[in-house]
Structures are given as C-alpha cells and as structure tokens.
C-alpha cells in the first residue's frame, strides 16, 4: 500500500453514483488524508456533490468501493455513516429557520445537550451566532447560516467533515471569516473534505487536492503545486489565478 494510502481515512475506489437514469459519477478514485484538508475542484456539474452525497450514503453507489477508517460504509444509510463520525455540511445550509440558533445546534449533540469544549470552540470560531442564540435561524444572513451549518458539524466530536461549497455567494468579508474559521478546524489536525468554487479559497485551506471533471478524477497532488503552476490550473479548470472556479 502506499505511503498515502497508509494514512488515508477516506478511500473511494472506482465508486460508480446513477441519478435516476442518469450516470453522474464513473469510477471516482479518491483519497482523503488524516489531519488534512483535501480540496475537491471542478466546474459545475463534474460529479462534487454527487460525491459527497454518496460517501454520507444520501445516494448509493452502483459500484466500488468507500471506505472510512478501514471500514466499508457504501452499503451503510446515513444515520450509520453518521455515528461512524462524519459529519456533512450541504450547500443548501439544511438549517431550521423556525428554530432558534440555539435549538438548531441541539439537534446536532448528543441526548445531553451540549459538552462544554465543543461548544467553546463554537463559539470562539464563530462569534456572530453567540450574539444571534436565541433568534430564528431564518433571521440570519447568508454568511451567518453558513456559520451555523458549520458550527453544527463540530459542536461534537467529528472524524470526517464533508462541507459543500461553503463561501458560496457570501460577500468578501464572511468568505474571510468563515476561510479563519476553517483555517482554525485545520491547525486542530481536522480531516476535511472541502468542495470549493472559490480557488483562492481552496488554496488557503487545502493540503492535497483532487480535480474533477464528467464524473472522474482527473489529476490529485498538492495544493501548493497546483496553485504555483498557472498552467496546470488552466488545463484543469480552465482559469488563470487571477480568476474564480
């Protein structure tokens, strides 16, 4: 086995995704590392959410293999995958807006409630919704859900966080604090599957880096090669530095 294999947690190995009658994913390869933050890019529609929807069970592959921990979870329903640790933050937020910050947070612990260091670390990292406790989470902004989606993810013990897209559509200065907050998530040795419109952003936070494209991973490595080659990057994504994903 090799060295990365060695420290992968995650492991897809030619998983095979169909919607309906449609096939999204064929044969995605992918890894991801102990303690590290592997960014997932791709032009809309290159399989990134497929991918996360089937590692937390939402969709079934047809095909391959998922393995977390040295453990088999493709056949495994999302509550199973859950308590295994891993914890998934969707595009859409999925918070309760008639439920209160705090109401919608408890959803996410234990049966009692909160543990202490867990919600700390909340809270430090995210000080809007301390501020925001007791509102409708419906009353918070764009980049305040977003918090609180994150937040909800680590207000307890997580192996795996897999996040969607977060600094989608938020103005510069939440994409700058949601970038500290994940950047905190890191130096704490969290292993984290990011997918990431916004390149600069994947570049301050990722360590390794796999690229999609129609359902398949095309390239991996590391994030600081690909972020120092600007033709590798145009040959993969189509972009200059200068630009977005």
């Known amino acids: 086995m090799s060295v990365a294999g060695d420290k ?50 939402l969709w079934k592959a047809r ?8 453990q088999s979870i493709a056949a495994m329903d999302t509550p199973q995958i859950a308590r295994l640790g891993i914890a998934y933050v969707p595009e ?15 959803l996410a612990t234990a049966p009692d409630g909160f543990a202490e260091p867990y919600l700390d670390r909340v809270l430090q990292s995210f000080p809007a919704l301390k501020m925001k406790w007791d ?6 902004s764009g980049g305040q859900k977003q918090m609180l989606a994150i937040g909800r993810a680590i207000i307890e013990p997580r192996r795996l966080l897999l996040v969607d897209e977060p600094t989608k559509g938020l103005s510069p200065a939440m994409v700058d604090q949601l970038v500290e907050a994940l950047a905190r998530l890191k130096s704490e040795q969290a292993t984290i599957l990011l997918v990431e419109q916004n390149f600069r952003v994947a570049e301050a936070i990722g360590d390794d880096v796999a690229v999609m494209d129609e359902g398949r991973v095309i390239h991996t490595g590391d994030m600081a090669t690909l972020a120092a080659d600007e033709a590798l990057q145009h040959r993969l994504l189509g972009l200059r530095m200068a630009d977005g994903l």
């Open 63 to 70: 095909a391959g293999r998922i393995i977390f921990d040295g």
């Open 8 to 57: 992968a947690l995650l492991l897809l190995d030619g998983v095979h995704t169909d919607i309906g009658r449609y096939r999204i994913l064929h044969g995605v390869n992918l890894t991801a590392r102990r303690g590290r933050v592997t960014a997932l890019l791709g032009r809309n529609g290159a399989g990134k959410t497929t991918t996360l929807r089937t590692i937390m069970g």
């Open 92 to 106: 859409n937020m999925g918070i309760f807006g008639k439920l209160t910050v705090r109401e919608n947070m408890l």
């Open 135 to 140: 509102s409708a989470a419906g009353s918070l």
